[in-house]
Nanobody
């Protein structure tokens, strides 16, 4: 059974940093492109970042480019999202997904974890 478990969320002040982790089981992380997506209160699903199977290519949404870094450790079956210079608008539930494109036609694609809450507030 495929399982994705996000962790590392919490409350941080604007300008702060946080590193999220996603522990995968039920499949080899190295066999899949992976991504992070988020959903802010009252808003729709939003793609955040993606990474190729071997980590050779990454992609970021304009809203997080230059601030977030997606990475992976296939040996540990773990995906990461390093977030820096956090802003209040980054407040959302963050999910990891075993697809390059986590959202298709506004709907979830692939397998999603339960998510981890990130709150950026003074």
């Amino acid at each position: 059974e495929v399982q994705l478990v996000e962790s590392g969320g919490g409350l941080v002040q604007p300008g702060g940093s946080l590193k999220l982790s996603c522990a995968a089981s039920g499949f080899l992380l190295g066999s899949r492109d992976m991504s992070w997506a988020r959903q802010a209160p009252g808003k729709g699903l939003e793609w955040v970042a993606s990474i190729r199977r071997g980590g050779s290519r990454t992609g970021y949404s304009d809203s997080v480019k230059g601030r977030f870094t997606i990475s992976r450790d296939n040996g540990k079956n773990t995906l990461y999202l390093q977030m820096t210079n956090l802003k209040p608008e980054d407040t959302a539930v963050y999910y990891c997904v075993n697809r390059w494109e986590p959202i298709l036609y506004g709907a979830r694609n692939g397998d999603w974890g339960r998510g981890t809450q990130v709150t950026v507030s003074k």
